[in-house]
């Protein structure tokens, strides 16, 4: 009971929001680490592809990290929409209009969380229809998922989709990664700037990795490389 009181709180759910934020950046350069080996080939790819999607515990990683995902997201929104009602509009317009104090982090990246959000939700389940659950091609007795994206990339427009996604995705990671932070209570004079600058590049390698895949392929596939 008192753990549900706390985490309905308006600390609890900035916590939570946190925590569950950072848990999915984690599962993010996790993922981007894997994807990458698709520029090692096919065989290296479908290997570590195969091996990732025959352990037994990865359906059991897949509802926990869906799980963390609605929580965040459904945390994210309810704070969003009690502070709006909680807020007159007017007060809200005088507020953004005012010059921001050296402390307010306030930037469009923060006031479209729901907005970058909501689209990434969007992405994802585009995502997994396309990848998970795409066509099923078989290469040495596994799936040739290195074929799959092969295709998938091969057409422009999913290609201009992805990217978009993915600026989305990095538009949310700049503000989050260092609201997150301050959600925990790190706030020190010294680590705080150092913490916003090491958020931000981490936000830039992301974006940047992800980036690199639907290109490199696209170029792939039409034998430029």
Do not use: C
């Amino acid at each position: 009971m008192r753990l549900q009181q706390a985490s309905a709180s308006s600390i609890g759910s900035k916590i939570l929001i946190a925590l569950t934020g950072l848990a999915l950046f984690v599962f993010l350069i996790g993922h981007l680490a894997g994807n990458l080996l698709f520029l090692a080939g096919p065989e290296t790819f479908n290997e570590y592809s195969h091996k990732l999607i025959s352990n037994p515990l990865v359906y059991v990683a897949e509802v926990g990290l869906l799980a963390v995902f609605f929580l965040h997201v459904a945390k994210t929104v309810a704070g969003v929409l009690t502070n709006r009602s909680a807020r007159p509009t007017a007060y809200a317009t005088r507020r953004w209009a005012k010059t921001k104090s050296p402390r307010s982090r306030k930037s469009l990246a923060s006031t479209t969380m729901i907005v970058t959000g909501t689209f990434t939700a969007l992405f994802l389940a585009t995502h997994l229809a396309t990848f998970k659950f795409g066509t099923f091609y078989e290469a040495g007795g596994i799936r040739d998922l290195y074929r799959l994206q092969l295709e998938i990339f091969s057409a422009p427009g999913y290609v201009a989709f992805y990217l978009v996604a993915m600026s989305v995705i990095f538009f949310h990671l700049w503000h989050g990664l260092s609201s997150a932070a301050q959600s925990l209570g790190v706030d020190h004079p010294q680590w705080t700037p150092r913490i916003l600058v090491l958020g931000r590049v981490l936000s830039v390698a992301i974006a940047g990795g992800f980036f690199i895949l639907p290109i490199y392929t696209f170029l792939l596939s039409r034998g430029v490389l």
